[in-house]
């Protein structure tokens, strides 16, 4: 009997003990399996490229995965807050898992990193920030293009989701305020066996250029589709669309075409002017070092971006308070919100009190299709 | 809109309600056979628009695997069955290896040549011959212990294996989708109306299958038999027809159709590893407007589906599947009323 309560005692005392060991937690939820795998394994590889310690103290990452079910991500994320006393959670890099991670980080008062654009109701996303461009910052870069080439007239073919929609809303905003019109709009979905439909009725618009909202391989159908019905004017895709699988799929057809992009993905060929090339070359070193040529990819880059977060925020908020309390959560978040203009790999963040999406309009890059490769416009 | 939009829309409708009308005769027939409301015949087409695009790559694809374990756990229920029937080992055996022949030639023919890099219509053939063997081995492992359940309990099996069969092509074929090439690479001029090679083939392809089906189900003993079986089950068996060869040949045609399917429709979309799911949706459609017995309505329901998808894209493209899939209430209340009795299962 005895023995047993002096086996409990040092039980408790050496997981005591753990608790103080373990200095900085940080909780990490990715979708490792399911739909959004493509996204979440090249982040998790990141992650394991991360230092054990920063500014001196050290850093214990937990990585678990959300099968890109938004269930998970609500468990993950209540573990991370209450049994590994998580002082910052990071993820989704799923939108849906995003979402409703937030809503658990907010109850916790713990600063959520997202890795996806999650769109959050205003005062929802007091704890959340986001590590992805929003969609507006990207719309930006985009305009910006269109206007130089003299374009005034666009046709909108894109995906009947939420990516779709915030990219026609925000892209609208845009557009509007330099003169260029939106003058059809179509939609379709990923699955679709065909949108010929769709590009007859945009090609009959005669818009000066064409926006395609749509991800990855998905992209090049409706790209073709618009090539041919015969239309001859520019065509623009999002930065979803910026993978190779869109030359993949789509081939000649999608040469010419103007993809909009984060600059990490195509570091070595960024104008010196860019403030990300540094970071970017760096990232591109030193992921590829390890997983092979052409093995860069955004969603890691988001992954190495986080890491330079920390690197700025971490180093203020220990000044105030120690880790594993409620204030040093605190002081995270506000040194966030006064971190002021932070260059990283994916472009130029600024987030204050009222921005949480935070990146500056120096942050998009257009990329051209040229040979099958891409080429800086 | 004038003519020349409206023919190529009609043009565009008819192919995909082309493609359409086969998953819908393969729904009546797997329904009319079995009383199996097959949801993962969509996952045929994409199982064989990617394991064509898979090919094209130089790779073994990985449903080889998948088609190994499943003739696996196949043959060892087949022989498990037949020892306790007879109690004669080597009748076991021979059970398990008549199970496992097919797969395994189809599997080792398919391994070899993967990198060979072998003409287009080759690598089609092994792909239909690979994907022709899962139909058999899906219903020896999720149907035919249940055979003779409610058509609601199939219903439910078939939603957990429209969810296996979507989750494993993900696993094979990963996240992104692929394109094939084109069998036929021409385009005829007929006036304002451009006609793709491929498009000529889809319809013709389909028309094809479907006098084949008529054909094999009017004429031959064997589509006699299966037809004996959808009519009575008992008085199939009692005629001699085994119900479990007859839903394992089902399936096979089932299988095949999809597999003709999807390297139909590959090489005019990307095809992702859930395409599947929504192409078979509107086979289904088609094939309820035939009442799921009829072949001649469910075709011409599913040119119905591929027409109004088409206008639907046209004049509301964000409304289209809203557009497809209301079509069936009405038709539901027609038939329902129309046939006035209730069924019987």
Redesign the interface.
Known sequence: MKAIKSLITTAVAVLASGAALADITVGVSLPLT?????LGIPMGNELKLWPTSIAGEKIKVIVLDDATDPTNGVKNAKRFVTEDKADIIMGSAATPVAITMAAVAAEAETVQLAFSPAVLPPGKDGWTFRMPQSNSVMAHAMVSLMKKQGVKTVGFLGY?DAYGESWLKDFTTEADKNGIKVVAT?????????????A??LT?ANPDAMLIVAS???A??PHMAVVDRGYKGKIYQTHAAASR?LMR?GGKAVEGAYVVSGPAVIAEQLPDSHPSKKLAVDFVQQYEKTYGPGSRNQFAAHGFDALLVLEKIIPVALKKAKPGTKEFRNALRDAMETMGRTVISQGVLNWTKDDHWGYTNETGVMLKVVNGDWKVE | MDFSIASILMLDGITNGAVYALLGLATVLVFSVTRVIFIPQGEFVAYGALTLAIFQTGKVPGTVWLLLIMAVLAALLDARLSWQHSGNAQRAAKAALTTLAAPVVVSGLVIWAAPHQLPLLVQALLTVAMVTAFGPLVYRLAYQSLADASSLVLLIVSVGVHFAMTGLGLLFFGAEGFRNPSFWDTRLNLGSLVISGQAVIIMLTSLALIVLLYQFFSRTLYGKALQATAVNRLGARLMGISTHGAGQATFAMAALIGALSGLLIGPTTTVFYDSGFLIGLKGFVAAVMGGLHSYPLAALGALFVGLVESFGSFWASAFKEVIVFTLVLPILLWRSIADGHAEDH
């Open positions: 399911g739909p959004a795998s493509g009947t179509e939609r379709f979905a990923r699955s679709d066996a065909s949108v010929t439909a769709q007859l009725k009959a990855g391989s998905g090049a159908m699988d799929v």
